[in-house]
């Protein structure tokens, strides 16, 4: 065999690969239905929504079903009721949703709706858009009958007051101030679905936006291949396409593990890339394969993901770092 004839048969493997891994998993009859999502509060999140998988709910209902828990908890202080406000005092609202089909839907910046999540829901399903943001969003929550509620709760209120004495900008997101509800499920048919939802960063700008309605960044599902979510600071998230990037990892052949670990490595890299400062920021994502594998993988140490499997204890995992 010459050189060329091998370099041949290498190009041909390393292009094979993704079609011989999902074949494998296509052909695969063991599905484990799992639920996971970011932080501890997906506990009880996972926990809801794989008590609803075993009943044969969709991934979809079943991780909507999950996060409003936490949008509805006025003691979550970075989701839904009770989530931090921005600088002037406005508690803003971010959600998305993706299903195994490729629909999807999102709403950001908005005010006075806590379940933003099926909000996003509704973008998908009810109109032929796929994001409405602000007072239009606000207003299709009206339409489709939304609850009004003030989302600012004296705790929130008090934090803010605080704030306003020093007044600093200096919007960060880590493990102390850590955010979004990222929750993904793969149900008993196999199929893949996702939910995304934050107040985003404590005190940011008013009208800033992070990754967690953004469909890529905070959230993407690819029914043949997995789904992926993040956690923590937006921009860094948005920059490298996050979450369409461990998916498109594990497209690759890689595992929800290592897809998690190449994300992170990508946003160091530009980090250094660009010699900005990195003191202080937290992310983390999480994976599922079709099959039922999870990974999960943050910057710094303090990430933690909760796995919840049909018919197995649940976990909260600390999740691997790639800085100590
Ligand atoms: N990850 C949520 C945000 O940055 O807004």
Redesign the pocket.
Known sequence: MNRNDFLKIITGATAAIPFLSFGRKNNSSIIEPVSIATWRFGVKTTARAMDLIKEGASALDATEAGVKICEADPNERSVGLGGRPDRDGKVTL?ACCMDHLGNIGSVAAVEDIVHVSSLARAVMERTPHVMLVGDGARQFAIEMGFDITNLMVPDSENEWNKWLEKSEYNPH?NVENH??IGQISLDRKGHLAGFCT????GF?MRG?????PIIGA?LYVDGDIGAAT??????E?IRVVGSYRVVAEMARGLSPQIACEEAVRKIHQFFIRRNASMKDTQIGFIAINKKGDVGGFSMRPGFQYAVNKLGKEPQLIDANSLLS
């Open positions: 971010d997101v955010d979004t934050t107040s985003g960063m940011k800033r936006v992070g990754d967690s905070g993040a956690t923590g600071h937006g921009e998230v």
